[in-house]
């Protein structure tokens, strides 16, 4: 008798709680993608949608413009190349330390050259 109890008590807490599932504390992480090469924007922002954890909330070919996005839209993580147009990655990520004004610094994944 003890051991259908037990089995029942676990059914019910299961039912009561299964809103606390793993996946409804994870939120997605947001990525933002700097690289002057289209094709591995591509490739990357590809990869990126296909992971139901993973949020794509911007792209672009050049450092001001990614210096833009991580002040506008505050990612997890930028995956950076060094060699860009405009502003190189090197340069993107000291403005982002002196940047102040930044409520979140993004995790950088950096390209090799």
Sequence with gaps: MEKVQ????????????????????????????????????EMLGNVIKQDDTLELIGQTGNGNDIYSIIRDKEPDVVLLDIFMPKMDGLTVMEKVNEDKNLKKRPAFIVSPP
């Design 6 to 41: 037990k089995k029942t008590d676990a059914v019910k807490f299961r039912k009561d709680y299964e809103f606390l599932s793993k996946e409804s504390f994870m939120e997605k992480i947001n990525i933002a993608i700097a690289d002057d090469n289209e094709r591995m924007q």
